[in-house]
């Protein structure tokens, strides 16, 4: 069941260090929003985003394309950068590897 009224949409901020985006989520876009289509981080950052997490905006600027949320990550000066998330709730979670949820 999709859920289409944005207001039932958890918003999340979630902090992820830079050097473990690049390494290990990928975004894409389906039906005009930036999702989460794939994170396998390090067990020790745990299991952060779930299926159809999209982003909204990283470090609060809101990106309209993939490219524009991989260069605003890119030219982030923080080591840590902010990624606003909308979730889908009860969604199923992308686990780490070796997590224990």
Known sequence: SQVTDEMQLQKLDIFVPQADISNYLKLTEAAGRICVSQWTGPHRLGCLFNHGDHVVAV???QP????????????????EVKLTVRRIPHSDIFHAEGCSC
């Open 59 to 61: 470090n609060d600027l």
């Open 64 to 79: 309209q394309d993939v490219e524009e949320a991989y260069f605003f990550i890119s030219r982030s000066s923080r080591k």
